[in-house]
């Protein structure tokens, strides 16, 4: 009998060991309030959220010109804001370029006769959204904030491909000493109110 008993209490035990055993697995390996390291980080949701904020989708349409001198014309679909650049190298040939947050453009390419390019579409930063981001760091950075989507602090600047730091485009906020500051480079192509496309470095920091 006291053999039975103490079997008895050996397995209630070893029970028990393995209830409790199994509990802490689930808490510590299948909580799903627990970050693991295959999530986003900081820097990178604030990135995504700060590219997002200022690129759009721009659509290009070249066009082709041939002998003599008129008005060309394109799709009504295309919409009527645009920047039109003629290329140096090749003057007969115009690049056209579409989105919502372009000015109402103005044709000054004069091709008589012309053939049309295959319209595209490309995501792109753009320079003015760039300035209005910046506004809005300046004027209302808790909001700003709130925008992204972040409770951290952090600052951005644009870097041309030599490394020069282009202050129309970035902003002058410095974190405090003694803190962990986490540091990014992003390579972009922004576009400017004149169609270029300028290589630039985005570097983000957040702390």
Same mark, same amino acid.
């Given at each position: ?91 007969? #040939?115009?690049? @056209?370029?579409? +989105?919502? !947050? =372009? *000015?109402?453009?103005? &044709? ?6 012309? /053939? ?28 700003? #904030?709130?925008? @992204?989507?972040? +409770?951290? !602090? =952090? *600052?951005?600047?644009? &870097? ?6 282009? /202050? ?31 290589? @630039? ?7």
């Amino acid at each position: 009998m006291k053999n039975n008993k103490a079997q008895s209490h050996v397995e209630m035990m070893l029970s028990f060991v393995i209830f409790i055993g199994a509990l802490i697995f689930i808490f510590i390996f299948l909580n799903p309030f627990t970050k693991t390291g295959g999530g986003i980080s900081v820097i990178d949701d604030i990135q995504k959220n700060i590219i997002a904020e200022i690129s759009s989708e721009i659509g290009k349409l070249s066009v082709i010109g041939g002998d003599g001198i008129g008005n060309y014309d394109f799709p009504l679909e295309y919409g009527n804001n645009f920047i039109e650049v003629q290329e140096t190298l090749d003057p007969k #040939k115009c690049n @056209l370029y579409f +989105s919502d !947050d =372009f *000015s109402v453009g103005t &044709k000054t390419c004069q091709f008589n006769s012309y /053939t049309l390019g295959v319209y595209s579409k490309e995501k792109m930063i753009v320079w003015d959204k760039i300035i209005s981001l910046k506004q809005d760091y300046d004027t209302g950075y808790s909001g700003l #904030k709130s925008k @992204l989507g972040t +409770s951290k !602090d =952090f *600052s951005f600047s644009f &870097k041309n491909i030599g490394g020069g730091e282009i /202050t129309a485009l970035s902003v002058s906020k410095n974190p405090p000493s003694g803190v962990n500051v986490e540091s990014k480079n992003i390579p972009l192509r922004v576009i400017d109110s004149f169609g270029n496309i300028n290589e @630039l470095i985005l570097n983000i920091r957040v702390w």
